[in-house]
């Protein structure tokens, strides 16, 4: 169970002298397009020498209009909703050899075969991974003071006090214990932030060792003794066949009582009965910006448990900060372009355990 960052094995560069500009195409939805992409990303792209941005639309490798504008592509930017790269729309592409996704998750749009041609893969995972990271030490705060449960209090109160401090076992962030799972881009993005706090974080990822969890300020524990010891327990931990259910019945059994339970993650990583459950019992919190489904119906559990907190899946990028994920696809093809190789690429090895 990891989502953690991996280092590339190779960032050989392309320096024959006589490369002339690299042909770069948008294949990406339209809406997704004008949503993202700003005049002045389409402008970076034409002023950069080493580009030749073939069209300043989207171009579809499903669309025999395109064909022509396609064939000579050696660089692609895809983003939300971009079709997958099979070897149906690969071979309609024949040049291709560099993809840059404008997103975070790029497996929704790479191929098995994109790796079979050696076709290297850059995503945005980097620059989405902070408003994440905002938005998750945003909740561990609010959790921490009770913010939502006291608020809902206030509202029902007609005018009477709340007792905040009698309210709940833990009020406030000093010197509480928080529990990272997933040393992921996000997680390690968490531990950070929360350097500004007096907190001591704990971190459950068996991909890292000793030395990484030293250079991170924290201490490495096992799933178990991180839900035992926190206060309040965040998710940064990938979608996989491995971590469905990784927060089960076992897990939130060993949370203590006045804990909190924070998912900007995947609603899959938790079982939901079983947290809805504990929910009923009515010792535990739980901030949800993911559940699963990803709408949840009307006659949800979730929707009426106690102490829950869900917000519509906003923790990634939204508004202006899809600025961020532009400029970084921007900023890559133009790596590639001028270089031969992405500062950030995929490595395919660890493709499998990232989100």
């Not at 941005?53 to 692609?76: F, K, T, Y």
């Not at 959790?143 to 009698?166: H, Y």
């Not at 979730?302 to 102490?307: A, C, D, E, G, K």
């Not at 093809?333 to 690429?345: I, L, S």
Request: negative net charge; proline residues 8%; charged residues 20%.
């Amino acid at each position: 169970m990891t989502s953690r960052p991996v280092t590339p094995r190779s960032t050989a560069t392309d320096d024959r002298p006589d490369r002339g500009p690299v042909a770069v195409a948008f294949v990406l939805p339209g809406p997704t397009f004008e949503r993202v992409f700003a005049p002045a990303d389409v402008a970076a792209l034409h002023a950069a020498p080493a580009v030749r941005l073939v069209h300043d639309r989207p171009l579809d490798p499903d669309d025999p209009r395109d064909a022509g504008l396609l064939a000579d592509v050696e660089c692609i930017i895809t983003g939300w909703g971009s079709p997958v790269l099979d070897v149906r729309r690969l071979d309609r592409m024949p040049r291709l050899r560099a993809i840059a996704h404008s997103a975070g998750s790029v497996k929704p749009v790479v191929d098995d075969d994109v790796w079979a041609r050696d076709i290297v893969v850059t995503t945005s995972a980097a620059a989405n991974a902070v408003p994440v990271a905002e938005f998750a030490v945003a909740m561990i705060v609010l959790a921490a003071k009770r913010a939502f449960a006291t608020a809902s209090a206030l509202a029902a109160s007609d005018g009477a006090p709340v007792d905040v401090e009698g309210s709940w076992p833990v009020i406030g962030m000093h010197g509480i214990t928080v529990g990272v799972v997933g040393a992921s881009r996000v997680g390690r993005a968490v531990v950070e932030r929360l350097r500004d706090h007096d907190v001591r974080v704990l971190v459950s990822d068996p991909y890292l060792d000793a030395a990484e969890a030293a250079a991170l300020g924290v201490t490495a524990v096992d799933l178990d003794t991180l839900a035992a010891a926190s206060d309040i327990v965040t998710l940064h931990a990938p979608l996989l066949p491995s971590t469905r259910n990784l927060v089960d019945r076992h897990v939130l059994g060993l949370m203590r009582p006045g804990a909190t339970l924070v998912n900007t993650a995947r609603g899959g990583i938790v079982d939901q009965e079983a947290l809805a459950d504990r929910l009923d019992r009515g010792d535990l919190a739980a901030v949800l910006d993911v559940t699963e489904p990803e709408v949840l119906p009307a006659g949800a559990r979730l929707r009426s448990t106690p102490n829950t907190f869900i917000t519509p899946h906003i923790a990634g990028s939204l508004g202006n900060e899809l600025r961020r994920l532009a400029g970084n696809a921007v900023r890559e093809t133009v790596a590639f372009a001028a270089t031969g190789a992405f500062t950030d690429p995929i490595v395919p090895d660890g493709f499998a355990v990232q989100a």
